[in-house]
């Protein structure tokens, strides 16, 4: 299926959202909130875009809207415009001197807007980070409180039970505010310390305990993807010969 994104003729597939087309066609349309890889939030509405309907623009989140045949979407006008900074100028205020939003405020152009009060967090509530918890059938973590103390937190603000460490939460984190540290040791997130799980063949950090142990129910060996090959390749060389 053929549409069009300022003029640019873009393929897309069935179902695709037109910002999962233009991701893989690689047309940039901001959107802090969109993977690819898990369920959309459709929460931070950076995605706005225009798509023209019965002869009129109208205002749709580029990460919702289905791409329909000959679809026409058009994301320089005036309206996308100052809806797009309008948004930007709020995300601002909830996470100051975020990278990620600080890029975004450059490439538009926007004044720093004034910060109503100091922020510890650089979180703006996305919901990307529960969304992946979810994917892993964990959900430690979701949207606690309300109003200016909502935030994402493990229940009670307490070592989630079934949080296995995995950091997948903080990979898919736009704005990379979870606290995550690792060392020799291990890896703490989420209020709550890990132990690695070493390669038994060369010592090498493969993951968390809890995360191998929930990825590996047959209850095998750690052992590194290296290691692994390394293996394959002999047990190749045995039964083959050189
Ligand atoms: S580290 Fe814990 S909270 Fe984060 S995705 Fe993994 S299981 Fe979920
Ligand atoms: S922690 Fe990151 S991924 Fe989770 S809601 Fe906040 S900004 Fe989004
Ligand atoms: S990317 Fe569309 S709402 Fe966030």
Redesign the pocket.
């Known amino acids: 299926m053929k549409f069009t994104i300022d003029g640019l003729e873009i393929s897309a597939e069935q179902d695709d959202t037109i910002m999962d087309a233009s991701r893989r066609a690689e047309v940039f349309i901001p959107g802090l ?1 969109y993977s690819s890889s898990t369920e959309p939030t459709h929460s931070c509405r950076l995605c706005m875009v225009e798509v023209e309907e019965k002869n009129s623009l109208r205002l749709v989140a580029a990460c919702a809207y289905k791409v329909k045949e000959n679809l026409k979407v058009v994301t320089t006008t005036e309206r996308v415009s100052k809806v797009r900074k309008t948004i930007l100028k709020h995300l601002y205020s909830m ?1 100051p001197e975020n990278p990620a939003i600080m890029e975004l405020m450059n490439l538009y152009k926007i004044e720093k807007a004034p910060i109503i009060k100091e922020k510890k967090s ?9 969304k992946a918890c979810e994917k892993l059938g964990i959900s430690a973590i979701s949207t606690v409180n309300r109003g200016v103390t909502k935030e ?1 937190n493990t229940p009670y603000g307490k070592p989630a039970e079934y949080c296995m460490g995995c950091g997948s ?1 903080s990979e ?4 990379k ?2 606290t995550i540290k690792d060392n020799e040791e291990g890896r703490t997130i989420w209020h709550k310390h890990f132990e690695w799980a070493r390669c038994e063949k060369c010592g090498v950090i493969v993951t968390t305990k809890e995360h191998f142990a929930n990825s590996n129910p047959n209850n095998t060996p750690v052992v590194c993807p290296v290691c692994k090959r390394r293996y394959m390749t002999d047990v190749f060389a045995d039964t083959f010969g050189e």
Request: hydrophobic content about 35%; charged content about 5%.
């Open positions: 909130c996470a650089h979180c703006i509530l996305c919901g990307r980070c529960v994402i939460c898919v984190c736009p704005t505010c979870i």
